[in-house]
């Protein structure tokens, strides 16, 4: 993948990668989807926040909770990162990976555009099977810093049955959103 030029982020990003070891499509990777909008990862000055989920499909909610966490927290950035898979999900998926990262790109446009929020595709980088977990580990790796975990109170509430939920409480502070009736 060419790019017309490197900011000095994107290079922070490829040094950050390659220093714990990534193989070089990793860097590409980096490069493309920060070539597309997105800021770069490494601004460790800017509280972060993991949004992640099957999205599946995106919805006003979503949209409500990012938002709020955006306001709420003035010079924040989201990363909205949709699940390559659902262990925990019994019904049957109603889109692909890829049209979910597209629906979520059409929800979040002017956030992306503005640079609060961060779509990102890692989890489906990432070798399988792959839990929030090791998802939170790389992105803190590639990152530089511990993201605070957004979560709907569905979710919350089933978070002791996730791949190493002991650690993953302990390790990362959660912001929990109760949905309306519950």
């Not at 997105?38 to 972060?48: E, M, R």
Request: glycine share 6%; hydrophobic share 35%; aromatic share 10%.
């Amino acid at each position: 993948i060419r790019l017309r030029r490197r900011s000095r982020h994107c290079h922070g990003q490829a040094a950050c990668a390659r220093s714990h070891g990534a193989q070089r499509s990793h860097n590409h990777t980096l490069y493309r989807y920060r070539s597309r909008g997105n800021p770069p990862l490494i601004d460790t000055t800017l509280p972060l926040f993991f949004f992640g989920g099957t999205f599946d499909p995106p919805h006003r909610g979503h949209y409500k909770i990012a938002r709020y966490v955006l306001d709420r927290f003035a010079d924040s950035r989201v990363i909205v990162m949709p699940a390559a898979s659902a262990p925990l999900r019994t019904d049957d998926r109603l889109f692909s990976f890829r049209e979910r990262f597209e629906l979520l790109r059409a929800l979040f446009h002017s956030e992306i555009t503005a640079r609060r929020i961060i779509l990102s595709p890692l989890e489906r980088l990432l070798p399988k099977p792959n839990f929030t977990f090791s998802t939170l580990a790389a992105l803190r790796e590639r990152c530089g810093q511990k993201p605070v975990v957004v979560v709907g109170g569905d979710q919350a509430q089933k978070l002791g049955s996730w791949h190493r939920s002991a650690e993953l409480i302990g390790e990362y502070e959660f912001l929990v959103f109760a949905r309306a009736g519950s």
